[in-house]
């Protein structure tokens, strides 16, 4: 599968942006999304994630009621909402695909495990 992101951009602190990533070649609805970012200097950080059906999200406790994932499996779209945005933020974004199922968890919070991966969008919130 094909993993196209958009939507980054330079925002000032506490505002919003909407990243998307669109998929094809493969079939969306088998996939659990993650979003994922890397800001300068630092490794590669798991953001949140979203069941194969929309039934469960999980997000990382720094964007926890910030951030929002939703997905649109008729158009074969993933969304990350951001609100409230700070400069720690600041990153290229990524989503991910992964087709595996796992017997312990519908996620895995770590980028190995993901199979294809978009481009990245970069994100940067001035203060």
């Known amino acids: 599968v094909q993993l196209q992101a958009s939507g980054g951009g330079l925002v000032q602190t506490g505002g919003s942006l909407r990243l998307s990533c669109a998929a094809s070649?493969?079939?969306?609805?088998?996939?659990?999304m993650g979003w994922f970012r890397q800001a300068p200097g630092k490794e590669r950080e798991f953001v949140a994630a979203?069941?194969?059906?929309?039934?469960?999200?999980y997000y990382i406790d720094s964007v926890k009621g910030r951030f929002t994932t939703s997905r649109d499996n008729a158009n074969n779209m993933v969304y990350l909402h951001m609100n409230s945005l700070k400069p720690e933020d600041t990153a290229v974004y990524y989503c991910a695909a992964d087709r595996k199922k796992y017997s312990s968890s519908w996620y895995i919070p770590a980028d190995r495990w993901y199979d294809y991966w978009g481009q990245g969008t970069q994100v940067t919130v001035s203060s």
């Open positions: 979203i069941s194969r059906s929309a039934d469960d999200t």
């Open positions: 070649g493969g079939t969306f609805s088998s996939y659990v």
